[in-house]
């Protein structure tokens, strides 16, 4: 049955994209663009990559790459906008500019409005937006205009950020089932700590259990759950809404004030970091350090936050199983999600420059076909990917000296192309690699029924509430992630609560709160 729906769904779903799909080639005679792209280091070079060759043969557009290292690229991108001089066509891919470089260079004029472009000339872009009206409301500015194509990658359910593995080697080592409450957690990892867990004779060598302060996913911020809600996962709270979540009818609560999280503060001060069970130095170790743990010959190391079960290295992976989040003392837990990772605004921009947009629009909307998506995203057809012959495809095997990524990054634009690779490609048509298939297996099975703290969404505010919010903003967020990673080293939160809130309002707090709440109500109403 489900597989009978599944093919009733690609059905109706690529049937009239088909029909309205572009003429190819595009053009009669060669035609050209300059494009901006950023590149991570594990790109190749886009003039010499498959996936954009291929694109030129079918569209018979030819572009100029400007590629730009994403070291260098917060430098330059300022002097290329702000001076408007020298602006290219277009901005190529996910993180060639942000939300807001789209409301601020769009409300100047620099980029243009796509809306009606996309209505006329972009028949992938147009089912997407008509499927998925979520997607078309994230892309659309404060001012109602659409200054970017999106990036929406569903497949590896990055929705759930953050998972936690533990040992489970010195689990039945030392006789120990896996914890689903704090205090089973507390007794499981000072067992780690006392009793030679690794069995190697030395009592003393093994961590218990590291993370990385605001670290993202290697993070804790999804243990304040036990207490009420989950609170952000990285320093700036970019992608995680800045200890922002939605709560009841469209509220938004600011986490860092909660009675929850102080009461968080104090349990995991009092039984965790006190008692030496969670490793002080994941405070400050960076995240070189962080992911080059646990690389000797016998695992120290018995519980670890992550994305996916290798960040610490393969060389003891197989020991680790996923754990559940833990149920506070309430005999209740709640894990954090965001629709943010997934889902970027920011996908492929046209500039004033552009002399012939219709053309460009074309020319992106091919990439939002679901099969050039999925070739820009995971490698082209032949290298990466084997065509099945049956609508579906599999994954190439990964040649001999190199990683998944290096192979996958090489001919394609991988991971941060103008693509929509939405959930329902993948449960019929598109593979998940091993390691998307491992990642979203845990997030359903361990972590989805307790995924009840929804992280606000990036949103893309005004120019007056940037303004607004720069003022203030950095002042909270930085004084409030100092609090917490003092309260949890060092204890002391219930003597400073009181002068701690106040101090917040002093700094804007509430102004704060207001704005984003102002912006999430336009935008999703009482949603929760
Ligand atoms: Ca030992």
């Known amino acids: 049955m489900k597989r009978i729906l599944a093919l009733i769904m690609i059905l109706t779903m690529l049937v009239p994209a088909a029909a309205l799909a572009q003429d190819y080639p595009l053009v009669t005679s060669p035609e050209e663009f300059r494009l901006i792209i950023r590149v991570r280091p594990l790109h190749g070079n886009p003039d010499e990559m498959v996936l954009f060759q291929r694109i030129e043969e079918l569209t018979g557009v030819h572009i100029q790459w400007d590629a730009i290292q994403q070291a260098e690229y917060d430098e330059k991108k300022p002097l290329i906008l702000g001076a408007n001089k020298n602006l290219p066509d277009g901005f190529f891919g996910k993180y060639s500019l942000t939300a807001s470089d789209l409301v601020t260079y769009g409300s100047q004029g620099i980029l243009i409005p796509l809306n009606d472009l996309i209505e006329e000339n972009a028949p992938n872009l147009k089912a997407l937006f008509e499927r998925r009206p979520d997607i078309k409301a994230m892309c659309t500015a404060p001012d109602g205009n659409i200054y970017a194509t999106p990036y929406i990658q569903e497949g590896e359910d990055g929705t759930i950020f953050s998972n936690i593995m533990i040992n489970k080697v010195w689990l039945d080592r030392l006789g120990l089932e896996k914890p689903t409450t704090l205090e089973e957690f507390k007794a499981v990892l000072t067992a780690f700590k006392e009793q030679d867990a690794n069995g190697n004779g030395d009592p003393n060598d093994e961590i218990p259990m590291t993370f990385k302060f605001l670290g993202s996913q290697r993070d804790i911020g999804g243990f304040f759950g036990a207490f009420g809600y989950a609170d952000t996962l990285t320093e700036d709270g970019s992608n995680e809404g800045a200890h922002m979540v939605i709560g009841k009818g469209g509220q938004l609560v600011f986490v860092p004030t909660t009675e929850g999280y102080k009461n968080a503060c104090k349990y995991y001060y009092e039984n965790f970091f006190s008692q030496g069970l969670i490793d002080l130095e994941g405070f ?237 109500t336009a935008a999703y109403g009482t949603q929760e």
Not at 481 to 508: I, S
């Open 284 to 520: 400050t170790m960076d995240k070189k350090t962080y992911n080059s743990q646990n690389q000797g010959e016998i695992a120290n190391i018995g519980v670890f936050m992550c994305w996916n079960s290798f960040d610490l290295g393969t060389v003891h992976e197989d020991e680790y199983e996923p754990l559940s989040p833990l149920l506070g003392p309430d005999g209740t837990t709640s894990w954090g999600w965001t629709s943010s990772q997934t889902m970027s605004p920011t996908g492929f921009s046209i500039t004033n420059v552009c002399k012939n947009p219709e053309l460009l629009i074309k020319w992106v909307d091919t990439f939002y076909d679901p099969i050039w998506s999925m070739q820009c995203d995971l490698g082209p057809i032949g290298i990466n990917l084997k065509d099945n012959g049956d609508g579906t495809y599999d994954y190439m095997p990964v040649p001999e000296g190199l990683s998944y990524d290096e192979f996958r990054f090489k001919e394609a634009f991988a991971a941060d192309g103008p693509v929509a690779l939405t959930r329902d490609l993948f449960e019929t048509t598109i593979p998940r690699s091993s390691g998307h298939q491992a990642k979203f297996d845990r997030n359903e099975n361990y972590y989805r029924k307790y995924a009840t703290t929804h992280y606000m969404p990036n949103m893309m505010l005004s120019e007056e509430d940037n303004d607004a919010l720069s003022l203030i903003k950095t002042d909270i967020i930085s004084y409030t992630n100092q609090m917490r990673a003092k309260w949890l080293a060092q204890g002391g939160v219930e003597e400073e609560w009181d002068d701690y809130v106040a101090r917040l309002n002093n700094m804007g707090l509430q102004e704060y709160i207001e704005i984003y709440q102002r912006n999430y």
